[in-house]
C-alpha cells in the first residue's frame, strides 16, 4: 500500500525513515507512535486524538493534525519524517 486513505475508516500501521511506527486508527480517531527500536509505546506516550491525515504517502513526510492535551492548544500539526511502509492492520485471517 502506498498510501493511507484520509476518509475516516480503517487501522493503519505505518512506519518511517526513523524507523517509528505510528499507529493509526482512523475509525476511533486516534494515534500512537511506537519506538523505533523496539515497538514498545513512547515513554508517556498514550492515545493522541487524531483529528485529519493530512499526508501519508511513501516517501512523503508523514503529516497529521492531532489534539495534546496541553492547555490552551486546540490542535497540533505533527510531522515525522518520510513513510517507509504503510500496513492496513485487518482482524482476522
Do not use: N
Given at each position: 500500500m502506498?498510501?493511507a486513505?484520509?476518509?475516516?475508516?480503517g487501522?493503519f500501521r505505518?512506519?518511517?525513515?526513523?524507523?517509528?511506527?505510528?499507529?493509526?486508527?482512523?475509525?476511533?480517531?486516534t494515534?500512537?507512535?511506537m519506538k523505533a527500536?523496539?515497538g514498545?509505546?513512547?515513554?508517556?506516550?498514550?492515545?493522541?486524538?487524531?483529528?485529519?491525515?493530512?499526508?501519508?504517502?511513501?516517501?512523503?513526510?508523514?503529516?497529521?493534525l492531532?489534539?495534546?492535551?496541553?492547555?490552551?492548544i486546540?490542535?497540533?500539526?505533527?510531522?515525522?519524517?518520510?513513510?517507509v511502509s504503510?500496513?492496513?492492520i485487518t482482524?482476522?485471517?
Amino acid at each position: 500500500m502506498t498510501t493511507a486513505p484520509t476518509s475516516s475508516a480503517g487501522r493503519f500501521r505505518v512506519e518511517t525513515a526513523s524507523g517509528a511506527i505510528y499507529l493509526l486508527d482512523l475509525d476511533a480517531h486516534t494515534m500512537i507512535r511506537m519506538k523505533a527500536d523496539s515497538g514498545d509505546p513512547d515513554v508517556g506516550a498514550s492515545e493522541t486524538s487524531l483529528i485529519e491525515v493530512v499526508d501519508c504517502r511513501i516517501g512523503r513526510p508523514l503529516r497529521l493534525l492531532v489534539s495534546l492535551p496541553l492547555p490552551g492548544i486546540v490542535q497540533t500539526k505533527w510531522r515525522a519524517t518520510p513513510v517507509v511502509s504503510i500496513e492496513e492492520i485487518t482482524d482476522g485471517p
